[in-house]
């Protein structure tokens, strides 16, 4: 069986866990998760992603206040270009320490001695941003963190500059290589117009020509 400590994405907090107003900072860098966003915009699994920031304890656990970084891969939206920069983004997220009580498993023991379930008030489920601690608090695991922060921030319609004027509609042609591509067409309105002009000459040419 794997231990905890050989995972990538363990980090060891031993020393401030249970300790309220102490803090351990981390400036590291773990392998991406699996998961993060699709072949259009993304982060491939295993790439390099730096974590700077601090674990701080309180009373009921430990917060962590990161700034993010990994490589993004993307494809415009305008012009279709594939696109890879860095990504930052800033979380805030808590590890709770695991409270073995009754009561802190959202259930409470029944006359038979076993524990009974409780309904959960409401606004108290667990927050999205809230991650486990593992081996008694020794140990915070931010690989779903980490995945969780990066797909909730990857970019909805990602441009390779923001004055990119995509390609043209007719044939193409990327429009910012040639800024001055244009297509000369009839508006189709006067279609029938054009048409009728030609005909009304051709018969006036016929009648000239007798």
């Known amino acids: 069986m794997a231990r905890t400590e050989d995972s990538p994405w363990a ?14 900072e981390i400036d590291a860098t773990f392998p991406a998760p699996s998961g ?14 730096s974590v700077v920031g601090s674990f701080d304890s309180i009373v009921d656990g430990l917060i962590l206040n990161a700034r993010i970084s990994a490589p993004v891969h993307a494809e415009c939206t305008r ?21 073995k009580s009754a009561a802190g498993k959202g259930g409470k023991a029944g006359k038979n001695g076993k524990e009974e379930e409780v309904d959960i008030i409401a606004g108290e489920d667990e927050s999205e941003d809230t991650y486990p ?6 140990f915070a695991d931010i690989e779903a963190m980490i995945r969780d922060t990066l797909v909730e921030s990857l970019p909805l319609q990602p441009l390779c500059r923001p004055d990119c004027r995509g390609l043209c509609s007719q044939c193409g042609a ?3 290589e040639d800024p001055d591509h244009h297509h000369d067409v009839t508006d189709i309105r006067f279609a029938g117009l054009a048409g009728l002009k ?5 018969e006036q040419n016929g009648e000239q020509a007798e």
């Open 36 to 49: 993060i966003g699709d072949e259009i915009v993304g982060v491939d699994e295993g790439a390099d992603v």
């Open 79 to 99: 012009c279709l270009k594939p696109i890879q920069r860095d990504w930052t983004v800033n979380v805030t997220s808590f590890f709770p320490y695991e409270d």
């Open 174 to 176: 990327d429009l910012n």
């Open 198 to 202: 030609a005909q009304l000459e051709a």
């Open 133 to 138: 601690l593992l081996e008694n608090g020794a």
């Open 11 to 24: 980090v060891s907090v031993a020393q401030v866990a249970s300790r309220p107003g102490q803090s351990k």
